[in-house]
Nanobody, 121 residues
Framework: VQLQASGGGLVQAGGSLRLSCAAS????????MAWFRQAPEKERECVSR????????YYSDSAKGRFTISRDTAKNTVYLQMNSLKPEDTAVYYC???????????????WGQGTQVTVSS
């Protein structure tokens, strides 16, 4: 599975971005998809994850109420809609796929290349 993340950019605080993660090579059916982020000198953290059926969804405390994860099975794509962005959301965002529903990045087999999100105050 190859994952291609896109949609990052520079936005002012309070603004919105939508990240996309397009998969190729095989269908994502059966995989759990997640968005991670990593800020400089910080550990990679799971912001949100979703089962491919859409029945299981997780958000970190920092993402709850502001971010929405979704997937388009026909397009083999996962999205992360980010609203009310804050400067502390600044990080490189990665999408990842796993056959285990978990938060730890260690269990994710496939990773996108990362997309930079910068939120200015």
């Amino acid at each position: 599975v190859q994952l291609q993340a896109s949609g990052g950019g520079l936005v002012q605080a309070g603004g919105s971005l939508r990240l996309s993660c397009a998969a190729s090579g095989r269908t994502l059916s059966g995989y759990f998809m997640a968005w991670f982020r990593q800020a400089p000198e910080k550990e990679r953290e799971c912001v949100s994850r979703i089962s491919w059926s859409g029945s299981r969804v997780y958000y970190s405390d920092s993402a709850k109420g502001r971010f929405t994860i979704s997937r388009d099975t026909a397009k083999n794509t996962v999205y992360l809609q980010m609203n009310s962005l804050k400067p502390e959301d600044t990080a490189v965002y990665y999408c990842a796929a796993s056959d285990v529903y978990a938060t730890s990045p260690a269990v994710y087999k496939y990773w996108g290349q990362g997309t930079q999100v910068t939120v200015s105050s």
